[in-house]
């Protein structure tokens, strides 16, 4: 079962007169453990769909379970218990500029509880040192970089020890090598302490990196929904399409001939192998490499090529190539 | 030298001291009250405002024409025309004591305006974020707005606390004694210039100290 479950959720938002609908008619699982991607270009109702799970949006239509129970059904109070359990960060981060970072997390636990014990403040310390902000730990947020802030964030965001972890576009304001370390952490997040992360993002880059599963989202539906692996190399949407292309290698069009053209994708231990290279062994091809990439999904390595295969044993490298494991398309 | 202190001819010491406390109480006891009146009003201003946590048309409408109507009369009109429910309040309608609750009805709807612009300019993200950790409104108020606020909340006390400062000279000409008595009895009515130069410049000094007061706890404050 789905620790998460969306079922036919609607948000249509009334503005100046005109309604929209910025979701219509979602139905989503996310399982405990993955690391789940929700992509799309702006305007697409990402960021809707990621509130209406701790129910900062409430839906139009639908449900949203969380553990089999229904939010919309909540009372206030039970709501605010709910929302201890379901950490959240933000692209703005969110902190308050009038306390230090120690205290920014400090609050969360004071929100949650009416008395803060020593036991409390040690948590508060150890999760600083856990997202690695020790010495920070008395700087206000305006004494702090964008990475650093969103790692207050994140420790503050894991005070009450919640089982999800909600990403709204949580690295879209930080500079690449910032983005990269809050990425990892989250990485780590996940693998140590078993938490369900969503991940809202328009870049297909951070999904490649850590999720293990991505819908992609467009115009308000559900566009498609796999792993990374297939939306990223095999998409059937035009947004999934769109969202990805630039992570793959193009071949220069200056490049001539295109119908030899071959597109190789291959996971795994075949990346460090000599598939190309075995395959071509003792046959007459010729066969000339204009683009690759090696590169890494959550789930492991992965190489991407594209070859001119030309010659009489052409159907025959294909053949080889496919049966080690290598996934050959033609690009014409 | 002589020139000088014959220009200061008029000038008694005691009158100008007595002038000086009394607008000095004044405006203390009415900053006090105003911020304790105002304080309540604006936070409810700002969350019951269409942008605010919990927005509520009648109730921000209705506090809003209050505070509108409040303060579009006149300090002094005010003034005369709370006579009676200064006398109710207080037994007098003279002096520091019955200068203090027209001082505060001016004055209060000014603040709450004030109380209100500076929680509208805390980041929503913030609000967003405490709400995202389960915060109750009375948490977010209390424990979001406000400290978020602070700089802009002490800038507001500071405008206010200006703003009595020519409120309490208007209190002067209807009875209320201080600086804005002394400057219209000696220095208007009776020619007498140097009374006025000595009664503005201890003005200018009280405004210039409550302001550079203002700007030191701002800054104190402010942790960007």
């Known amino acids: ?49 990621i509130r209406l799970i701790n129910r900062l949006e409430t839906p139009t239509r639908g449900t949203v379970e969380i553990d089999g129970a229904d939010i919309g059904k909540l009372t206030q109070a039970q709501l605010s218990v709910l929302r201890h359990k379901l950490g959240m960060i933000f692209q703005s981060f969110g ?25 409390d403040q040690r948590r508060v310390d150890d999760l600083l040192a856990r997202v690695g902000l020790s010495e920070h730990a008395d700087k206000y947020p ?23 972890l909600l990403c ?29 992360i969503v991940v809202v993002t328009h870049e297909m880059d951070v999904v490649r990196q850590i999720c293990d599963r991505v819908a992609v989202l467009d115009a308000g539906r559900i566009a498609e929904v796999g792993s990374v692996a297939q939306v990223l190399f095999d998409p059937q949407s035009e947004a999934a399409k769109a969202l990805g292309r630039h992570l793959l290698p193009h071949a220069p069009v200056v490049a001539g001939a295109t119908e030899t053209r071959l597109r190789l994708t291959y996971f795994g231990e075949v990346v460090t192998g000599d598939a190309l290279s075995a395959a071509t062994q003792g046959v007459n091809v010729r066969f000339s490499i204009l683009a690759g990439q090696v590169s890494e999904l959550k789930t492991g390595p992965y190489g991407h090529l594209i070859v001119d295969i030309s010659g009489p044993d052409r159907e025959r490298v294909i053949e080889r190539l496919t049966a080690s494991g290598v996934r050959v398309e033609a690009l014409s | ?44 201003l700002s969350v019951t405002s269409p942008t605010g946590l919990a927005p509520n048309k009648v109730s921000y409408g209705l506090l ?20 009676p429910v200064t006398l109710a309040l207080v037994g007098t309608s003279l002096g520091v004591k019955g200068a203090i609750p027209p001082l505060v009805l001016g004055a209060a709807p000014f603040f709450a305006r004030l109380v209100e612009t500076a929680l509208r300019e805390v980041e929503h993200g913030v609000v967003e974020a ?10 977010i108020i209390l424990h979001t707005l406000l400290p978020e606020a602070m700089p802009g909340l002490i800038a507001a006390v500071t405008m206010t ?16 004694g201080g600086l804005g008595d002394l400057a219209v009895r000696y220095g208007y009515q009776r020619f007498q210039t140097d009374v006025m130069v000595v009664t503005v410049a201890l003005i200018v000094l009280l405004v210039q100290g409550l302001q550079m007061l203002g700007d030191a706890l701002v800054s104190r404050f402010h942790k960007r």
Not at chain 1, 20 to 34: F, K, N, W
Not at chain 1, 97 to 105: E, F, G, L, M
Not at chain 1, 168 to 192: C, F, H, I, K, Y
């Open chain 2, 130 to 139: 405490t709400q995202a950790l389960g915060a109750s409104k009375r948490q």
């Open chain 1, 1 to 49: 079962m789905s620790l998460i479950q969306l079922s036919d959720v609607a948000k249509r938002f009334a503005l100046k007169g005109r309604s929209q609908d910025a979701l219509a008619g979602v139905s989503l699982g996310i399982a405990r453990g993955e690391i789940f991607g929700v992509i799309g270009p702006s305007g697409s109702g990402k960021s809707t769909l």
């Open chain 1, 95 to 119: 902190l308050l500029s009038s306390k230090t970072a120690r205290q920014n997390v400090l609050f969360a636990l004071q929100l949650a509880k009416k008395t803060i014990t020593a036991d």
């Open chain 1, 168 to 196: 709204d576009e949580a690295t879209s304001a930080l500079d690449p090598e910032s983005t990269q370390g809050v990425l990892t952490l989250l990485a780590e997040l996940n693998r140590d302490l078993g938490l369900t």
């Open chain 2, 161 to 176: 606390a200006i703003a009595l400062v020519s409120y309490t000279a208007m209190a002067g000409v209807v009875g209320a």
């Open chain 2, 64 to 83: 809003s024409l209050i505070v509108n109507v409040m303060r579009s009369i006149p300090f002094v009109i005010l003034f005369i025309l709370l006579i």
């Open chain 1, 142 to 164: 305006a004494q702090l970089s964008g990475g650093q802030k969103q790692r207050v964030a994140i420790a503050r965001a894991l005070a009450n020890a919640p089982d999800i």
């Open chain 2, 1 to 44: 030298m002589t020139e000088l202190s014959q220009f200061f001819s008029h000038i008694d010491g005691t009158e100008v001291a007595l002038a000086s406390w009394q607008t000095v109480a004044m405006l203390v006891g009415a900053l006090i009250f105003s911020v304790i009146l105002g304080l309540p009003v604006g936070i409810w």
